[in-house]
């Protein structure tokens, strides 16, 4: 069935031809010769199409009326044919301006064939349009479940502007380059660019560039053809050309070696990238980056390639930590007891306001991710929360950390020869930095200025041996 067509007009054998005519066509159709019995009958057909003639004779309401009654008060997308004769100029007019699909004219220049190709046409943009509609609620739901997932929480002065940065580089589909301290929300952030841009719906993948070894990098990102490489048996799509017309989330991205950062700024500049073993392929991949380097290593050659820093320099948003973000940190502790109240099952009798100060008193050097922990383990701990527990919770924290930092330089101080003194401090010094940078011995090298061939041989002799796991943001 093409579709569904009901007919509003007073010749009664007129009205039986067109519906005859419609149904030979590939039409359901169903004639009415008066306004009570068009309504009557509207409510069960669901037409696609209306076919309404302006002047009918012994109906309560006339054509323009029932157009009127149809645009102000029936929120349906009919698509509505008026076909008359004599009719005004200001009539023809005022049902263009009622909403009316088209408007043909009986006498000697209708044609029956142009009215089917008018009402073929209307029932096809009937049908976009509805599905138009579905896909703007299904986007509107989804946006939702992300929003959900991840909440970008915070009034303080300095998020709000974070937030206002990121919708508006998202809104002018423009790259992003996120930097903050570990824990401080960039995969939030990253989500919510997503949830703000056109491109939203599309593909969006996060890598985590830490995790990918020297060799696995190019073929990751921009794929390899079959027989590239020793494992390549078949073609493989990189993450530039799945996410086309998407997102591509790059996470640490100054562990990308420099040849790397070479291809990523071409694929930037030029919308294209090499296939490992094959040929440039066209892609409109928009690339938000995250590191949480500090903004003086990002702009070191040595980590980071100039040109592209350059590039992407004025689309660099900082996110603050937590100790700078005053009251966000009861916003923060209340959407995580009020999201974990379900899962864990305790009581809150706390009263988060008159904990702002000793909340603070920590500078959560975890960021969010720490504190979101640090609820955690109250919720599994207690049966029962309020301000005694967490202040106790606190302060058994502030005083591990401290505790443990006193007993690292006793460490140091109880040993007996200088020489094995210095060797336990350089030990941990080196392990203490390795860990700042994710175990990037490259960027910890520059960082401590020591040659990397220095690094390894002092990692290898102090037996200090990288951890295996996937970094988190």
Not at 29 to 45: C, G, M, P, V, W
């Amino acid at each position: 069935m093409k579709g569904k067509v009901i007919i509003l007009e007073d010749d009664l054998i007129l009205a039986k031809q067109l519906s005859a005519l419609l149904e030979k066509n590939g039409f359901a159709a169903k004639h009415t010769i008066n306004s009570d019995l068009f309504f009557q009958e509207l409510r069960s057909f669901k037409p696609d199409v209306v076919l309404l003639d302006v002047y009918l004779v012994g109906s309560r309401l006339n054509g323009i009326q029932v157009l009127k009654y149809l645009k102000n008060n029936l929120d349906l997308n009919y698509k509505v044919i008026v076909i008359s004769g004599e009719v005004a100029a200001p009539q023809i007019e005022e049902i263009r301006e009622l909403g009316a699909y088209h408007f043909i004219e009986k006498g000697a220049n209708f044609n029956i064939n142009h009215l089917l190709l008018h009402i073929e046409n209307a029932v096809l943009l009937k049908r976009q349009e509805e599905e138009n509609i579905g896909l703007h609620i299904e986007n509107i739901n989804l946006k939702r479940q992300f929003t959900r997932s991840f909440p970008f929480i915070g009034e303080d002065e300095s998020i709000v502007k974070v937030r206002s940065q990121i919708a508006k580089l998202a809104q002018m589909d423009e790259d992003l380059f996120l930097i903050g301290e570990t824990g401080t929300g960039k995969e939030i952030a990253a989500n919510y660019y997503y949830i703000n841009s056109h491109r939203f719906g599309k593909p969006f993948h996060t890598v985590n560039c830490s995790a990918l070894t020297e060799t696995l990098i190019e073929s990751e990102l921009f794929g390899h053809t079959k027989g590239a490489c020793t494992s390549a048996d078949k073609y493989k799509i990189g993450f530039f050309e799945e996410c086309s017309e998407g997102i591509l989330f790059l996470d640490e991205v100054t562990n990308l070696s420099m040849p790397a950062q070479s291809k990523i700024l071409r694929s930037i500049e030029n919308k294209e990238i090499q296939v490992v073993g094959g040929s440039l392929k066209k892609v409109n991949t928009r690339l938000i980056f995250a590191s949480n380097a500090p903004i003086s290593d990002l702009s070191s050659p040595q980590t980071f390639r100039k040109d592209l820093f350059y590039r992407i320099e004025g689309n660099i948003v900082e996110l603050p930590p937590l100790r700078e973000r005053g009251n966000d940190i009861i916003l923060l502790i209340s959407y995580f007891i009020t999201n974990y109240s379900e899962k864990y099952g305790f009581s809150d009798h706390s009263n988060l306001s008159e904990l702002r100060d000793i909340l603070l008193s920590y500078s959560w050097p975890g960021n969010i991710r720490e504190l979101k922990n640090f609820c955690k383990f109250i919720m599994i701990s207690e049966k029962e929360i309020n301000n005694d527990v967490i202040i106790k919770h606190l302060n058994n924290k502030i005083y591990k950390y401290q505790d443990e930092s006193s007993l690292t330089m006793n460490k140091y101080f109880m040993q007996g020869r200088i020489r094995d003194s210095m060797y336990d401090y350089e030990r941990d010094y080196l392990i203490f930095h390795l860990s700042r940078h994710n175990w990037n011995v490259s960027q910890t090298s520059r960082s401590i200025g020591l040659e990397r061939t220095t690094l390894y041989k002092k990692m290898k002799l102090m037996n200090i041996e990288t951890p295996d796991f996937n970094h988190e943001q």
